[in-house]
């Protein structure tokens, strides 16, 4: 590694610079919600709003709540308590009192080869009278203008399948240091939102399974969630068979109308993550057992790349290594650094929190490594489920 230090140490500290400013680029072309004006009227599609819940006692009122105080003009709820242990059935009825758009329903036992959230979508679905399904997590908060401008940016693109990419409301310090980087992450390897809608490669679609409309006649022609039952990242995979199917899959930032805490405490964020980041990751790689061995191995040091300033900076100062180290890390770790404070600041997260950003990426690194290891099989709110 000597002739790396014949070089000029901002030379080599540039592609530290390059990435995050692309994941800048990337993120500026996005469409957002804002940009649709909301849909109105006595023509507009009758919508079906379906919240899967299990165990979400602590989320369930705000979700609720935050639904029924939609303009939109026509619309139902339906809220599916999957045999929850606690009282997230109950208080989902105190939240919705008297509307009578809501409904509370318990599927039947969960079947062999399905996981929970897909089988508690599935039996809202097979009870919605809607035009249009929109599938949402109870521990989601929705402005009231999210249906109406959700519905107009669906039919002005003329998407079959629309998510919304909304804010990532975070608590905990290490909610902070490791939700924007890992969010951050994704971006950097598959675009914004208007580069994934425009996408036409299935490995290269996702989708935010926090808020996804569909409409009802390509949700039944392609067999639901039926036809994902198995798959921990269940979104992720209903746009990559949906886009395989030729149907239009879409993405628009909607961070003034969505906001969703996804986990409050450290155990909470790795156990959430360890279920996705392998199960997803895998599918957008090519279906071939070496790639996807490989895989494997380089997953896990894909995080690392963010470690490597601050480590190179720390060992030049403490002369375990030559102070030229000392020199690309310091660069390397403030073009980051700087860049990133911008990006998390425009999806709303706390920018000072990128200064930390080796932090996440080494939390990240530990989490992929431990999703790696556990493969195919998943543990999620008291279920263990083999992943497809």
């Not at 097979?126 to 929705?142: E, I, V």
Request: net charge positive; proline share 6%.
């Amino acid at each position: 590694m000597a002739w790396i230090e014949t070089l000029p140490p901002w030379v080599v500290a540039l592609p530290w610079l390059a990435a995050p400013l692309v994941v800048l680029w990337q993120l500026r072309n996005s469409r957002h919600l804002a940009d649709y004006p909301p849909a109105a009227g006595a023509d507009v599609p009758r919508v079906s709003v379906i919240v899967p819940a299990r165990n979400e006692a602590h989320n369930i009122e705000r979700c609720v709540q935050s639904l029924c105080a939609t303009t939109y003009p026509n619309v139902e709820f339906i809220v599916v308590d999957d045999h929850s242990s606690d009282e997230t059935g109950a208080l989902a009825w105190r939240a919705f009192g008297n509307d009578a758009r809501a409904r509370v329903t318990v599927p039947p036992a969960l079947p062999d080869g399905w996981f929970g959230k897909q089988w508690a979508c599935a039996h809202g679905a097979s009870l919605a009278t809607g035009d249009l399904y929109l599938f949402t997590d109870a521990d989601t908060s929705h402005a009231p203008d999210l249906l109406p401008r959700a519905v107009a940016a669906l039919r002005a693109r003329e998407a079959d399948l629309l998510s919304v990419n909304g804010r990532q409301e975070t608590g905990t310090f290490w909610e902070k240091v490791v939700q924007p980087a890992i969010f951050v992450m994704f971006f950097a390897i598959l675009g914004g939102a208007e580069t994934m809608s425009r996408s036409r490669n299935p490995r290269r679609k996702i989708a935010n399974g926090q808020c996804l409309l569909v409409r009802r006649a390509a949700y039944d022609a392609l067999d639901g969630h039926a036809a994902v039952r198995a798959y921990s990242a269940e979104d992720a995979m209903l746009a990559m068979r949906w886009t395989e199917a030729g149907r239009r899959v879409h993405m628009v930032v909607g961070l003034d109308q969505l906001s969703t805490r996804m986990y409050t405490s450290f155990g909470e964020l790795v156990a959430g993550w360890e279920k996705n980041l392998w199960s997803a990751g895998r599918h957008l790689l090519a279906d071939n057992a070496l790639v996807r061995g490989l895989a494997r191995i380089s997953m896990p040091l894909g995080p690392l790349i963010g470690v490597i300033p601050l480590a190179s900076l720390l060992l030049g100062a403490t002369g375990i290594v030559s102070p030229w180290w000392m020199e690309f890390g310091a660069l390397a770790y403030a073009f980051s650094a700087i860049v990133l404070a911008i990006v998390y600041r425009g999806v709303r997260a706390a920018p000072g929190y990128a200064l930390l950003h080796p932090l996440g990426a080494a939390v990240i690194a530990y989490i992929t490594v431990r999703a790696v290891l556990r493969g195919d099989t998943t543990q999620w709110k008291g279920r263990v489920y083999r992943a497809a």
